[in-house]
């Protein structure tokens, strides 16, 4: 069974930089498009951004665009998320997970999967 594994969270302030990355432990990035989900405490999972497919560009959700950017690593078999001008309604746990190519479009959690354990990332003011 393929393992999704992230790390790089952390706590910072306002205005930073954090590159979170996903390590998988087959080559499932090969055969389908990585994403970063968030959940903050007491609210649901959340769609952060989806690898293009063809010739799409990623996708992102509006509250991240322009400042979160997902890069595909083939060579590490990796994925990262570099979230740049760090806010504090970007606290939340922070997931890697994959859809299927068929699925390119969705951002429902439902379409998505498996999925790390996630890593925290906490923003203060």
């Known amino acids: 069974q393929v393992q999704l594994v992230e790390s790089g969270g952390g706590a910072g302030q306002a205005g930073d930089s954090v590159r979170l990355s996903c390590a998988a432990s087959g080559r499932i990035f090969e055969s389908s498009l990585p994403g970063w989900f968030r959940q903050a405490p007491g609210k649901e999972r959340e769609f952060v951004a989806v690898e293009g497919w063809r010739d799409s560009s990623p996708l992102y959700a509006d509250s991240v665009k322009g400042r979160f950017t997902i890069l595909k690593d083939d060579a590490k078999n990796t994925v990262n998320l570099q979230m740049n001008s760090l806010k504090p309604a970007d606290t939340a746990l922070y997931f890697c997970?994959?859809?299927?190519?068929?699925?390119?479009?969705?951002?429902?959690?439902?379409?998505?999967?498996?999925w790390g354990q996630g890593t925290q990332v906490t923003v203060s003011s």
């Open positions: 997970t994959t859809t299927s190519f068929s699925e390119f479009g969705s951002t429902a959690a439902g379409d998505f999967g498996p």
